[in-house]
């Protein structure tokens, strides 16, 4: 007799505390910043892909790219940031911008009122940490077989704007929808 399906959850101080070791022991492991961001990177898309595909399995492919990402602003996200993206816009020619303006990563970054000046201490260091998210973004998409390049960008923490570019097809490829491609492995990490 089969066993019902045991939903496993971890505590999100716990996703907290990872990530921060997962920086630093990076950080210590690398001699260059662009090295260890890398592997922070691949390791977010490994796992964002990993997510999307157990997400998803019981569920009808999307029909364009613009239905995954709505899907990534509001289930993916909630599922690993606890709350819905902020705001989503798009110029309609693949380029997605997603506003989150309270990442729960990013939050313990937040300046004190003493440390305000150095704020942009604060921002260089946010970014490192939001390699992480692009990765997860990338390897979501990815999980979708859509190809994309993320990129972070932080002003004022714990806010952060995530650019989304898809990697149009070359001519004569299909799209995703026509593919038929919702949940097979498609891109690589870095």
């Known amino acids: 007799m089969a066993s019902p399906a045991v939903q496993r959850e971890v505590a999100a101080t716990t996703l907290d505390f990872l990530l921060i070791e997962l920086v630093a022991q990076l950080a210590a492991a690398h001699s260059t910043a662009s090295t260890s961001q890398l592997k922070l990177e691949a390791i977010g898309f490994s796992v964002g892909q990993k997510l999307a595909e157990r997400q998803t399995t019981a569920r009808t492919p999307f029909a364009d790219t613009l239905d995954a990402i709505k899907y990534v602003c509001k289930e993916f996200w909630m599922d690993t940031f606890l ?103 498609a891109g690589a990490p870095p």
């Not at 997860?136 to 990815?142: K, Q």
């Not at 806010?159 to 026509?178: E, I, L, N, R």
């Open 83 to 185: 709350k819905q993206v902020d705001n989503l816009r798009t110029n309609h020619r693949g380029v997605f911008v997603l506003t989150d303006n309270r990442v729960r990563w990013l939050a313990t970054l937040s300046p004190s009122a003493r440390a305000a000046r150095d704020g942009a201490h604060a921002r260089s260091e946010a970014l490192v940490f939001a390699h992480f998210p692009c990765g997860l973004i990338r390897g979501a998409l990815a999980a979708f077989g859509i190809e994309a390049s993320v990129s972070a960008e932080v002003s004022a923490l714990p806010a952060c704007q995530f650019t989304v570019k898809v990697v149009q097809p070359a001519a004569g490829a299909s799209t995703v929808a026509a593919a038929g491609v919702a949940h097979g492995r």
